[in-house]
């Protein structure tokens, strides 16, 4: 057998959810995409985290696999959907209502990251 083989790297994202609302923000839905093409598996989750007005929060996305092939990877990401959200704690109780849509979205950022062999 000829040829060469490639292998996938997994690719483990990270992103800053700036919040520059007056109210906190949370379930968000994302578009992902890899090299122009986009991931479908990002926009069938939610991101049910809060990120507080006025705050900015990393968010961990759940990784990707690319091919090996020595050339950067381009990678978009998009804000589809969220929701401002109000918070009450009571003691180890925490309790989000949804408030409505974030108006503006979608909103998205594009990287271009050189893998690491």
Do not use: H
Request: glycine share 6%; aromatic share 6%; charged share 20%.
């Amino acid at each position: 057998m000829t040829g060469v083989q490639t292998c996938a790297l997994p690719i483990y994202l990270k992103i800053q959810i700036k919040n520059a609302g007056a109210k906190a923000a949370s379930n968000f839905v994302l578009r992902v995409k890899v090299n122009g093409q986009e991931v479908p598996e990002y926009k069938r989750m939610m991101y049910v985290t809060e990120v507080p007005a006025g705050k900015t929060k990393e968010q961990k996305l759940y990784p990707f696999y690319a091919p090996q092939t020595g050339k950067p990877v381009t990678v978009e990401v998009a804000i589809l959907e969220a929701q401002w959200i109000d918070v009450k704690r009571e003691g180890m109780n925490v309790t989000m209502m949804l408030l409505g849509a974030v108006p503006g979205l979608p909103t998205a950022t594009t990287a271009t990251l050189e893998l690491k062999k």
